[in-house]
């Protein structure tokens, strides 16, 4: 497993905290946050709570691909983040879409912002060139949130889906994070990233742990 120890700073009160890579047995974890966004908001369009066999099967399959990160925090899951495909057709192959996760307990102490910040570096070490946050709106806090990590809205689907009683329009908003050159190199999947660059780049996120103040 690849972790790193997060400095304790500020009103970051915990002693024993790390972010690392995603794994199977953290699915119970990540499913008590997640889970609630699947049962009484809109934020999610998945409509039934997968089961912890099904979630920890997710988290293997797409480690094959992208990075899936985790926040620790005195043993519990206070957060995740990961990436997926954008879509099929391989001219797309060099976008890929974030989501973020927190728990409750722990809102606003910069874990969203500091997952991110290792997920987008590792994504670019893959060679990916958009990453693409799609927001059911409205959803002020995330918006604020994705904007401060430097993603720019251009475009927003009206009535674009339907849950709990209410149409719902989605947001998208973009963040390039390698220049767009002539004939790139497909994507490197996650599996297959030097897991020494796996590890630095861990270790650089949580030597800039300012964004858990």
């Not at 690392?20 to 974890?29: H, M, N, Q, V």
Request: aromatic share 16%.
């Amino acid at each position: 497993m690849l972790s790193v120890a997060f400095p304790n700073r500020h009103n970051f009160l915990y002693f024993s905290n790390m972010i690392r890579l995603a794994e199977s047995t953290d699915a119970k974890g990540m499913l008590d946050i997640y889970a609630p966004y699947i049962t009484d908001t809109s934020f999610t369009f998945e409509s039934e709570v997968p089961s912890t066999h099904e979630f920890a099967d997710r988290i293997t399959n797409y480690l094959v691909h992208w990075p899936w990160l985790v926040a620790e925090i005195d043993g519990k899951i206070a957060g995740y983040a990961y990436g997926s495909k954008y879509r099929e057709r391989i001219g797309y192959q060099w976008c890929v879409e974030c989501s973020v996760y927190i728990h409750d307990d722990f809102q606003r102490k910069g874990l969203a912002k500091t997952l991110y910040t290792a997920l987008f570096d590792l994504l670019k070490k893959q060679g990916y060139r958009n990453v693409y946050a799609v927001i059911n709106l409205p959803n002020e806090k995330s918006v604020r949130m994705h904007e401060a990590c430097g993603f720019k809205w251009f475009a927003s689907y009206e009535n674009v889906g339907y849950k709990l009683g209410k149409w719902k329009t989605v947001g998208w908003w973009q963040l390039v994070i390698n220049e767009y050159t002539e004939e790139p190199m497909p994507p490197i999947k996650f599996s297959e990233l030097d897991k020494n660059t796996v590890s630095a780049i861990l270790e650089d996120t949580a030597q800039t742990g300012d964004n858990l103040a």
